[in-house]
T-cell receptor, first 116, second 113 residues
Framework: GAVVSQHPSRVICKSGTSVKIECRSLDFQATTMFWYRQFPKQSLMLMATSNEGSKATYEQGVEKDKFLINHASLTLSTLTVTSAHPEDSSFYIC????????????FGDGTRLSIL | AQKITQTQPGMFVQEKEAVTLDCTYDTSDQSYGLFWYKQPSSGEMIFLIYQGSYDEQNATEGRYSLNFQKARKSANLVISASQLGDSAMYFCAMRDSNYQLIWGAGTKLIIKP
């Protein structure tokens, strides 16, 4: 099946640090990638949708200057949390879709971000 | 507005029994897709099963089947012969016309030995 690799799986860093999370589709071309944030015991909250070669579309309430998304190729998207603060601590998970109507989004394993 | 409703926040089921996880949806689209995902405590999201709105047959994947009742707008997940490893959060989701997924709140399933 389709494999999506997300790295790193866990980050602990000091307040003010910028953190980059990578999401790669390993065996298929992902025309669209999605970035989600998940708080404990809650469902996934879509942050942004990115298409290769174009600017990401952010959901309402998500600061695009805070959460920088780059979708440089059909297999790689990155999320950079700039100047992270403790309130940015969360579980971030990406998914990738090939574009066919009946194909599921395939998810990375997620990144647990802890800002001290 | 498009919405997914999962009314069971948590369920306890005896090992080897079948379990049904409820999911109802609301949409005005004629074409849509319904998905179920499993999220173990480790966090990864595992795709289980898909049902297209025009599919006449209920989807099945091994021990998973989807009881699709279009008129009632329900897409319940049925897990047969439950196993301890089935303990996880289960999310129902619907793909909208922008290919984004609309998520339910999830059901925490615990399988008792």
């Amino acid at each position: 099946g389709a494999v999506v690799s997300q790295h790193p799986s866990r980050v602990i860093c000091k307040s003010g640090t910028s953190v980059k999370i990578e999401c790669r589709s390993l065996d298929f071309q992902a025309t669209t990638m999605f970035w989600y944030r998940q708080f404990p015991k809650q469902s996934l909250m879509l942050m942004a949708t990115s298409n290769e070669g174009s600017k990401a579309t952010y959901e309402q309430g998500v600061e695009k200057d805070k959460f920088l998304i780059n979708h440089a190729s059909l297999t790689l998207s990155t999320l950079t949390v700039t100047s992270a603060h403790p309130e940015d601590s969360s579980f971030y998970i990406c998914s990738a879709a090939g574009g066919e109507g009946n194909q599921p989004q395939h998810f990375g394993d997620g990144t647990r971000l802890s800002i001290l | 507005a498009q919405k997914i409703t999962q009314t069971q926040p948590g369920m306890f089921v005896q090992e080897k029994e079948a379990v049904t996880l409820d999911c109802t949806y609301d949409t005005s689209d004629q074409s849509y897709g319904l998905f179920w995902y499993k999220q173990p405590s480790s966090g990864e999201m595992i795709f289980l099963i898909y049902q297209g709105s025009y599919d006449e047959q209920n989807a099945t994947e091994g021990r998973y089947s989807l009881n699709f009742q279009k008129a009632r707008k329900s897409a319940n997940l049925v897990i047969s012969a439950s196993q301890l490893g089935d303990s996880a959060m289960y999310f129902c989701a619907m793909r909208d016309s922008n290919y984004q997924l609309i998520w339910g709140a999830g059901t925490k399933l615990i399988i008792k030995p």
